[in-house]
């Protein structure tokens, strides 16, 4: 099986910060985080606004959708791994 590779610049981007992250948090809590996280952006459902927050989509309830500034109403964020 052939994986393939990425070739617009934001896939590339995408790939390069998801391995700094995972670099930078070793710890296998945070690598599913950071997995999970990924998934969610290639998949256009986070969008970052002017102001630097971003508008994040649940991945539980399809109607939802979470405004965060680092911190997030979300039930995942409430039970993160030192409060990432």
Do not use: W
């Not at 998801?18 to 459902?45: C, H, M, N, V």
């Amino acid at each position: 099986m052939t994986t393939a590779t990425p070739t617009r610049p934001q896939d590339l981007l995408l790939g390069y910060v998801t391995d700094l992250a995972k670099d930078f948090y070793p710890e296998a809590a945070d690598q599913e985080r950071i997995e999970k996280a990924a998934k969610l952006i290639a998949s256009g459902k986070m969008s970052i606004l002017a102001d630097g927050t971003a508008l994040v989509a649940s991945q539980s309830h399809d109607d939802q959708v979470y405004h965060t500034n680092g911190a997030c109403q979300c039930y995942d964020y409430r039970r993160a791994h030192g409060g990432r």
